[in-house]
């Protein structure tokens, strides 16, 4: 029997602009990911259900313009999910990002390696070597198929809360 809490859980999907945040959002909810890439302006919130507990995806602008945004938006997260593009340039960015906000978040922090399907991508491993060990995770958001992945991840990091 599937139980539903009353009480909302948030999770944070924080990188920079172009890495796939809200790719990996629509392939969580299983549905279909434009290969056109449209940024998220400023923040898009969107409810999904996850080992029976509704939680609240936050989708967090990634553009320079809204990062002054992300220590408020941050407050009050269960979960804060690093998202990199699995190159050189990306994790370098993203573990940049992991630095200025990593004390002030007071929350569980986990890294997606994205774009693991592209040539060249670094693996899931080496990029949670180059972070200092943050656990990461490799993902294609383009991939359908990979939407049960992507869902048995976060509810394993929320079953941890």
Request: proline residues 2%.
């Amino acid at each position: 029997m599937l139980r539903i809490f009353t009480t909302k859980s948030k999770i944070c999907l924080v990188g920079e602009g172009g890495v796939g945040k809200t790719s990996l959002l629509l392939l969580l909810q299983g549905k279909e990911v434009p290969r056109k890439r449209v940024p998220t302006v400023g923040l898009e919130v969107e409810d999904s259900v996850l080992n029976g507990k509704k939680v609240s995806i936050w989708d967090l602008g990634g553009q320079e313009r809204f990062k002054f945004m992300w220590k408020d938006f941050l407050r009050g997260a269960g979960l804060a999910v690093l998202v990199c593009d699995s190159t050189e340039k990306g994790v370098e960015k993203t573990k940049e990002i992991y630095n200025r906000f990593e004390r002030s978040l007071g929350t569980k922090i986990i890294a997606i390696a994205n774009k693991q399907d592209l040539p060249g991508a670094m693996s899931a491993e080496e990029i949670q070597k180059r972070l200092g060990g943050l656990k990461t995770y490799g993902m294609a958001a383009i991939r359908p198929e990979l939407h049960q992945r992507m869902k048995e991840i976060l509810e394993y990091e929320v079953a941890t809360f």
